[in-house]
């Protein structure tokens, strides 16, 4: 007769299951990213910011897996900005990435001086700071020969921004997972962008790596960003599927269907006599805003 097995092994054997799912996830969202938008080739050197925080932490973890099993030969740099925020603990990043044998580049600059000195009491530093960690880091790139820099930004900061760009700027406007930056000569690409933030926060949690929070400075984050990711968090909880829906319309434009002028020529339009394949139903109903909202993906996409 077999012993009843412990309640605490069965948890621990579910947990196991769970994290395990949940690396496999990310692993695979990561790759099928990076294959999509051809963010890495043959003989690449990325430079990986890390932060500290959650989500660059798990980019060069799920970096690190993808590069031993990648049919391509790459390499990775990880690059820390010691901004010398009051309280940043300087020997933790160092330490945590000498522990996983990856090469990095502390590098040491006094932004929060500057930001400080600069940006009136009570207002947020974070564009400043933004703009100024932005020179530095393509900077360092090109000291460091990277020909590719990985940025941790995720699903959510990518449907974040498309919806304050909607809501108050009036355009449509992500975050795109792979562009050329803005001096125009380095490639940013963003791995995790196909990646849930609530699963890079468990797979943080698990792997317990050691977070430095960004906002030490004192900063509050947007008060217009914190106001989209609370109506994300609520549609995500009563409209199950929405969120899924919203994000994946990002891959799936129909200039013909939209207002652009640049990008359709409504002008030169003419009637050709023959059936066009996606040609607009007019008055009929859309059968695919008249069909039942499709349940949530549970491994998108
Ligand atoms: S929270 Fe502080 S460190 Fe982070 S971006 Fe804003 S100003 Fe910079």
């Given at each position: 007769?077999?012993?009843?097995?412990?309640?605490?092994?069965?948890?621990?054997?579910?947990l196991?299951?769970?994290?395990?799912?949940?690396?496999?996830?990310?692993l695979?969202?990561?790759?099928?990213?990076?294959?999509?938008?051809?963010?890495?080739?043959?003989?690449?050197?990325?430079?990986?910011?890390?932060?500290?925080?959650?989500?660059?932490?798990?980019?060069?973890?799920?970096?690190?897996?993808?590069?031993?099993?990648?049919?391509?030969?790459?390499?990775?740099?990880?690059?820390?900005?010691?901004?010398?925020?009051?309280?940043?603990?300087?020997?933790?990043?160092?330490?945590?990435?000498?522990?996983?044998?990856?090469?990095f580049?502390?590098?040491?600059?006094?932004?929060?001086s500057?930001?400080?000195?600069?940006?009136?009491?009570?207002?947020?530093?974070?564009?400043?700071?933004?703009?100024?960690?932005?020179?530095?880091?393509?900077?360092?790139?090109?000291?460091?020969?990277?020909?590719?820099?990985?940025?941790?930004?995720?699903?959510?900061d990518?449907?974040?921004?498309?919806?304050?760009?909607?809501?108050?700027?009036?355009?449509?406007?992500?975050?795109?997972?792979?562009?050329?930056?803005?001096?125009?000569?380095?490639i940013?690409?963003?791995?995790?962008?196909?990646?849930k933030?609530?699963?890079?926060?468990?797979?943080?949690?698990?792997?317990?790596?050691?977070?430095?929070?960004?906002?030490?400075?004192?900063?509050?984050?947007?008060?217009?960003?914190?106001?989209?990711?609370?109506?994300?968090?609520?549609?995500?909880?009563?409209?199950?599927?929405r969120?899924?829906?919203?994000?994946?319309?990002?891959?799936?434009?129909?200039?013909?269907?939209?207002?652009?002028r640049?990008?359709?020529?409504?002008?030169?339009?003419?009637?050709?006599?023959?059936?066009?394949?996606?040609?607009?139903?007019?008055?009929?109903a859309?059968?695919?805003?008249?069909?039942?909202?499709?349940?949530?993906?549970?491994?998108?996409?």
């Open positions: 007769m077999s012993a009843i097995e412990p309640p605490a092994t069965r948890r621990e054997e579910k196991a299951y769970e994290r395990n799912k949940l690396h496999k996830r990310l695979r969202q990561a790759g099928q990213a990076i294959a999509d938008f051809g963010m890495i080739e043959a003989g690449d050197r990325v430079m990986v910011c890390l932060s500290g925080g959650k989500d660059s932490h798990a980019l060069l973890d799920l970096l690190i897996t993808l590069r031993s099993r990648a049919p391509v030969a790459f390499d990775l740099v990880a690059v820390n900005l010691d901004q010398k925020q009051p309280g940043f603990p300087a020997d933790v990043l160092p330490r945590y990435l000498a522990s996983r044998g990856v090469p580049h502390v590098e040491n600059q006094d932004t929060y500057i930001v400080t000195r600069v940006i009136p009491q009570g207002r947020t530093l974070c564009s400043l700071c933004s703009r100024l960690r932005r020179g530095i880091l393509y900077r360092v790139a090109d000291e460091l020969g990277a020909t590719k820099i990985a940025l941790g930004h995720h699903r959510d990518i449907l974040e921004t498309f919806f304050l760009n909607l809501f108050f700027g009036g355009k449509l406007e992500a975050m795109p997972p792979k562009l050329v930056s803005d001096d125009g000569r380095h940013v690409i963003r791995p995790l962008a196909y990646a933030e609530e699963d890079l926060a468990g797979f943080a949690q698990w792997r317990e790596f050691p977070i430095i929070p960004c906002n030490l400075c004192g900063s509050q984050e947007n008060l217009k960003r914190r106001e989209i990711k609370q109506l994300l968090r609520d549609w995500e909880r009563r409209f199950p599927g969120v899924e829906n919203a994000f994946a319309a990002l891959g799936r434009l129909t200039p013909s269907h939209l207002m652009d640049e990008r359709f020529d409504f002008a030169g339009l003419r009637a050709t006599g023959e059936p066009m394949p996606g040609g607009d139903i007019a008055f009929d859309d059968p695919a805003l008249d069909a039942p909202v499709r349940p949530p993906d549970r491994d998108p996409p």
